[in-house]
């Protein structure tokens, strides 16, 4: 599998992310600037978490404009892999490469902090190691995480498959308590139509080794090698 990894002004998840999929894919991926215009030829791009352009106007809606973007929607159009963790997810929403906005946090606080979240469709490539119903550990640190789409749209996603992950209890149970930042359903992480752009609160890549506390973000990483090779 290739990879790349897209860098904002005001990214800072980049080199995490760059690291757990060394360990997964045993090659490093290409680092590709949000200026550059061509993007190489790769199976799987991520879109990293961070404050690009300091978060001004809203989380992501600047970078969405960045001359790189284009090329990844024209990728992710004819097949390509896109994951897009935090404010990469946000960016994702603001490219019109998922659907629905991410909003401020019902509390309108910054929250970081470890939360379980339940794995709600493990038939795709980045979901492959887990299992439907499976609760998993990520850490979450973010200010504008509160998704929200339109009740129609909403319900043909669930019927699709389309929702990746819900905050949970440790025992799966989908509650109220568990949801951080007010996300409708729960929701913290979604597919496109297609299942090949997927996009989460959640940082997969901070919890992808025992040394950093935990390792259940590297089956993603291995989910997709595993795909893609
Ligand atoms: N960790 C992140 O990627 C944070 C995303 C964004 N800056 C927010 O606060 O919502």
């Known amino acids: 599998m290739k990879a790349a990894v897209i860098v904002f002004p005001g990214s800072n998840c980049d080199r995490d992310v760059a690291v757990a999929l060394e360990a997964s894919m045993r090659a490093k991926p290409l680092m590709v600037w949000h200026r550059d215009t061509e993007l190489p030829k790769v199976d799987l791009v991520v879109v990293p978490g ?50 629905g906005v991410l909003m401020r946090n019902k509390d309108l606080k910054f929250i970081c902090k470890d939360v379980h979240l339940r794995v709600e469709n493990d038939r795709t490539d980045f979901c492959r190691y887990y299992r439907s119903g499976d609760v998993v550990r ?72 025992d040394l950093l506390g935990g390792s259940d973000g590297r089956l993603m990483f291995d989910s997709l090698v595993e795909a893609l090779s």
């Open 50 to 99: 961070g404050f690009s352009y300091g978060d001004y106007l809203r989380c992501g809606a600047m970078a969405a404009h960045s001359p790189i973007m284009r090329e990844v929607k024209a990728r992710a159009d004819a097949g390509m892999r896109v994951l897009g963790i935090c404010n990469g997810f946000q960016i994702l929403t603001e490219s019109g490469l998922l659907p």
């Open 138 to 209: 990520f850490p979450i640190a973010h200010a504008e995480g509160n998704w929200f789409v339109e009740p129609k749209a909403y319900r043909e996603m669930e019927d699709n498959g389309q929702i990746a992950f819900r905050y949970a209890t440790l025992e799966g149970k989908v509650d109220p308590e568990s949801n951080p930042n007010g996300s409708l359903g729960n929701v913290a992480g979604i597919y496109n139509e297609k299942f090949n752009v997927l996009g989460l609160m959640p940082h997969p890549e901070r919890l992808a080794e």
